[in-house]
Antibody, heavy 121, light 103 residues
Framework: EVQLVESGGGLIQPGGSLRLSCAASGFTFNTYSMNWVRQAPGKGLEWLSF????????YYADSVKGRFTISRDNVKNSLYLQMNSLRAEDTAVYYC??????????????WGQGTLVTVSS | EIVLTQSPASLSLSPGERATLSCRAS??????LAWYQQKPGQAPRLLIYDASNRATGIPARFSGSGSGTDFTLTISSLEPEDFAVYYC?????FGQGTKLEIK
């Protein structure tokens, strides 16, 4: 069974940093691209970042480019999102999701349960 | 940047009825469109990818169609568990969602 479990969320002050993790199991992690998607309270879905299975391809949404960094450890079967210079508008539930596509975002067929990040003083 | 516009924003139907949800792209996206279902407090679930392919485990009452700029998600006969928010997605863009409510 495919499982994705996010962790690392919490309350953080504006300007602070946070690192989210996503532990994957139940599939051959290094053969799948992965994504981060977030959802602000009461709002829709916002795609944030993509990383290919071999880590050579990465994409970012304009809203987080230069502040967020996606990475993965294929030995630990884990996906990460380093978030710097956090703003109030980054407050959201953050999901990791597996992608059907190898080099571009295609469709996200498995999602974690999400981790809440709250940016507030 | 491609914009996806979903309509209607909300839809009130009764169990057993047919639901038709629309997603329109601001420019042609061929057949590269996915549909998701999200229930309150849950992560989204992939229903359809590449416009018309049902994801693993998705009931046959869910179907997708369309190409180019106009796409449709059809639920042939609504079950109580189908009332949720539905999103379309193309690459890095999501639509704003359609809320399907019980009438």
């Amino acid at each position: 069974e495919v499982q994705l479990v996010e962790s690392g969320g919490g309350l953080i002050q504006p300007g602070g940093s946070l690192r989210l993790s996503c532990a994957a199991s139940g599939f051959t992690f290094n053969t799948y691209s992965m994504n981060w998607v977030r959802q602000a309270p009461g709002k829709g879905l916002e795609w944030l970042s993509f990383i290919s299975g071999d880590t050579t391809t990465k994409y970012y949404a304009d809203s987080v480019k230069g502040r967020f960094t996606i990475s993965r450890d294929n030995v630990k079967n884990s996906l990460y999102l380093q978030m710097n210079s956090l703003r109030a508008e980054d407050t959201a539930v953050y999901y990791c999701a597996r992608d059907l596509g190898p080099r571009i975002v295609v469709a996200l067929d498995h999602w974690g349960q999400g981790t809440l990040v709250t940016v507030s003083s | 940047e491609i914009v996806l516009t979903q309509s209607p924003a909300s839809l009130s139907l009764s169990p057993g009825e047919r639901a038709t949800l629309s997603c329109r792209a601001s420019q042609s996206i061929s057949f590269y469109l996915a549909w998701y279902q999200q229930k309150p407090g849950q992560a989204p679930r992939l229903l359809i990818y590449d416009a018309s392919n049902r994801a693993t485990g998705i009931p046959a009452r869910f179907s997708g169609s369309g190409s180019g700029t106009d796409f449709t998600l059809t639920i042939s006969s609504l079950e109580p568990e189908d009332f949720a928010v539905y999103y379309c997605q193309q690459r890095s863009t999501f639509g704003q969602g359609t809320k399907l409510e019980i009438k």
